[in-house]
T-cell receptor, first 113, second 115 residues
Framework: AQSVSQHNHHVILSEAASLELGCNYS??????LFWYVQYPGQHLQLLLK??????LVKGIKGFEAEFIKSKFSFNLRKPSVQWSDTAEYFC???????????FGSGTQLTVLP | EPEVTQTPSHQVTQMGQEVILRCVPISNHLYFYWYRQILGQKVEFLVSFYNNEISEKSEIFDDQFSVERPDGSNFTLKIRSTKLEDSAMYFCASDREDLLYNEQFFGPGTRLTVL
């Protein structure tokens, strides 16, 4: 069975600070990896995804993530956060032939103006 | 841009009552999903649905739950006799059939409160 761990439950940053949110997964085979964001009162939106190829993936709104297979990690980064990045961020994995996503517990990011 | 919609946004019900949560997936999508998130916990997979039948379900999806595509646009989740622990946010999602491009699009969720 696959699982996902997000180590930070709540991160508070000032605008222009750099962001890194940790995500580790547990699955022995081929995985697809995702980061979703949920802005207050809105639905889950895809930030970026990794299926194969270049392990450094660029997504929307200046976010990127790096897949490190040896560490089973897929950390999300942004060099300079904005107040509008305040949201909850979810890492998710899809393993093998399964279609359903397994989510981490989410990280609430608060960016102070 | 097409999006998944869900109704109602908030449903309050008494324990033991039946509830039906409704979703309209994106029109050219063929796989549909329900997930739930109990407050403070992870988003958990409940069930996936393809070609008018359940394709996968989790251990959470017991006999109290059922899903249906009653017409060409709606996808519903029914909870037959709600329990207090069914209180959660329920998300519907859909995606295309092509496994290589399996990005799931989520609806805004229905917050279910069981009293």
């Amino acid at each position: 069975a696959q699982s996902v761990s997000q180590h930070n439950h709540h991160v508070i940053l000032s605008e222009a600070a750099s962001l890194e949110l940790g995500c580790n997964y547990s699955y022995g085979g081929t995985v697809n990896l995702f980061w979703y964001v949920q802005y207050p009162g809105q639905h889950l939106q895809l930030l970026l995804k990794y299926f194969s190829g270049d392990p450094l993936v660029k997504g929307i709104k200046g976010f990127e993530a790096e897949f490190i297979k040896s560490k089973f990690s897929f950390n999300l980064r942004k060099p300079s956060v904005q107040w509008s990045d305040t949201a909850e961020y979810f890492c998710a994995v899809k393993g093998g032939s399964a279609r359903q996503l397994t989510f981490g517990s989410g990280t609430q990011l608060t960016v102070l103006p | 841009e097409p999006e998944v919609t869900q109704t109602p946004s908030h449903q309050v019900t008494q324990m033991g009552q039946e509830v039906i949560l409704r979703c309209v997936p994106i029109s050219n999508h063929l796989y549909f999903y329900w997930y739930r998130q109990i407050l403070g916990q992870k988003v958990e997979f409940l069930v996936s649905f393809y070609n008018n039948e359940i394709s996968e379900k989790s251990e959470i999806f017991d006999d109290q739950f059922s899903v249906e595509r009653p017409d060409g646009s709606n996808f519903t989740l029914k909870i037959r006799s709600t329990k207090l622990e069914d209180s959660a946010m329920y998300f519907c999602a859909s995606d295309r059939e092509d496994l290589l491009y399996n990005e799931q699009f989520f609806g805004p969720g229905t917050r279910l409160t069981v009293l």
